[in-house]
């Protein structure tokens, strides 16, 4: 509110909450694949290693909901 009111940045920017929330997810995606390796490709956001992974962190949405 305090961002929305004066315009000045918000602690807790998208620049900031963005790459963690990242981290954070991955940790959970890489707590399903325990004993291996989980390759991430920042650039190109997926797996590489691990096609199973990728359909966790972009499943097919029912028609009329994809992104």
């Given at each position: 509110m305090n961002a929305i009111k004066t315009g000045k940045p918000a602690s807790a920017n998208f620049n900031y909450g963005g790459p963690l929330t990242e981290t954070?997810?991955?940790g959970v995606v890489a707590s399903l694949f325990r004993n291996q390796r989980?390759?991430?490709d920042a650039k190109g956001m997926k797996v590489t290693n691990?096609?199973?992974a990728n359909s966790l962190l972009y499943p097919e949405f029912r028609k009329g909901w994809e992104i």
């Open positions: 954070v997810l991955l989980v390759e991430w691990i096609e199973e």
